[in-house]
């Protein structure tokens, strides 16, 4: 059974900026963006295919797309038939409503097959319509698919990069690309979280529910080890929303010995941590630029396991290793490696070490000075000049 996929139309039917957004990630960074562009621009009409946080910064929400978010070969064939509505609704809003610029916030598999279809059907401006499009946050091409740079140039009027080795990645086209700057640099980031050296442990397994549903319970299994050595070791589990807190819950229920050591946490409260066990996404990024020390941890289905193996390209999951390869700020362990020894004893190491704090601190500065630039252009410039919003 399909969900309920009605899209919502504004009174106004005049749209200057559609942004489309299918993860929490890119749903917070387009929310940041949207509450610089209207500071300035207060006359600027925007709609989002996204989630809350654009929604909350004042974005019409047309439809809660990051409801559907999912991760793995596996887990988007099983909601095939629930994308393709979605595709279909969005091509018919599109058409109905006509914005005058479409912002794709990664999401490569929906929003790259969007820009395709726009152009086909003589919508967007490379197809010989009126509607640019354009995109914010690259998808991962230097670690996988690196050849879809080249559909991006036939179909995309402008590119905006969050890490400043991506530009490179595009020298062979003609796409214009720009840096500007990672989101959680801006002056009005808020981060979810903080170092505190007597703060509690953080678990973060994800934000949808196949990585919570993998992840977690390896987590779990790390802190009950940890609590032996540890008996006063608190910890705390984020939540974006009330689905994944049922799930938390339901896995919570069946931990009785630990259940009552952690701390579930839903909304937008900042959480102050001494370290964290977290999956390889977003809030790893946000840890390493907080100064948190921690371990990276990553489960997922065995098949979507091998293919990543075979297109990956890169030697590290988390960002903040990527970024700073000579010195990776976190262990990572991967599927049956992910488990609850191997992991406490890493977490251990931390724990016990007086200069872990210390060592974070410093990469945090290390990577806060690689994702900003004395001369990159802000991200609303950029926007407004790649769109002629102006």
């Given at each position: 059974m399909i969900a309920n996929l009605q899209f919502n139309s504004p009174s106004d039917q005049s749209i200057d900026l559609l942004i489309i957004a299918g993860e929490a990630s890119g749903d917070q960074h387009g929310a940041?963006?949207?509450e610089d562009l209207i500071s300035i621009y207060p006359h600027l009409r925007c709609a989002a295919i996204g989630g809350p946080c654009l929604q909350e910064k004042g974005a019409f929400l047309?439809?809660?797309l990051v409801k559907h978010a999912v991760v793995g070969v596996i887990e988007v064939l099983k909601n095939y038939r629930t994308f393709q509505q979605i595709f279909s609704n969005t091509i018919e809003w599109i058409r109905k409503h006509?914005?005058?610029c479409i912002l794709l916030i990664d999401y490569p598999g929906f929003n790259l097959r969007l820009a395709k279809e726009l152009k086909k059907i003589g919508i967007s401006v490379k197809g010989g319509g009126k509607v640019k499009i354009i995109q914010y946050v690259s998808p991962q091409l230097w670690a996988w698919k690196p050849k879809r740079r080249f559909l991006m140039e036939k179909v995309l009027d402008g590119l905006g990069v969050i890490f400043p080795f991506e530009v490179d990645?595009?020298?062979d086209t003609e796409l214009p690309v720009t840096f500007v700057g990672h989101p959680f640099t801006k002056s009005n980031f808020r981060s979810p979280v903080q170092y505190d050296s007597n703060g509690p442990l953080l678990l973060l397994p994800g934000s949808r529910s196949q990585p919570v549903e993998r992840i977690l319970p390896v987590l779990l299994d790390a802190y009950e080890?940890?609590?032996i050595n540890y008996p006063l070791l608190k910890a705390q589990i984020p939540v974006p929303d009330s689905k994944i807190?049922?799930?938390v819950s339901t896995l919570l229920s069946k931990r009785k010995k630990i259940k009552d050591?952690?701390?579930?946490?839903?909304?937008?409260?900042?959480?102050?941590a001494s370290a964290a066990l977290m999956s390889s996404g977003t809030m790893s990024l946000s840890c390493a630029l907080a100064g948190i020390p921690g371990v990276i941890a990553y489960r997922a289905h065995p098949l979507t396991y091998c293919i990543g193996r075979m297109l990956v390209k890169v030697p590290y999951l988390g960002m903040a290793n990527i970024l700073l390869p000579d010195n990776p700020p976190y262990p990572e362990f991967l599927q049956h490696n992910a488990n609850g020894k191997v992991l406490s004893a890493s977490i251990?190491?931390?724990?016990?070490?007086?200069?872990a704090g210390k060592e974070a601190a410093g990469n945090a500065k290390k990577l806060i000075a690689c994702l900003t630039s004395s001369n990159q252009k802000s991200t609303v410039d950029w926007l407004v000049q790649v769109a002629s919003l102006a």
């Open positions: 940041l963006l949207v047309v439809y809660p006509k914005p005058k990645c595009y020298r080890h940890l609590l807190r049922e799930l050591n952690i701390q579930v946490v839903e909304g937008e409260t900042i959480l102050w251990t190491k931390i724990l016990i070490d007086e200069q």
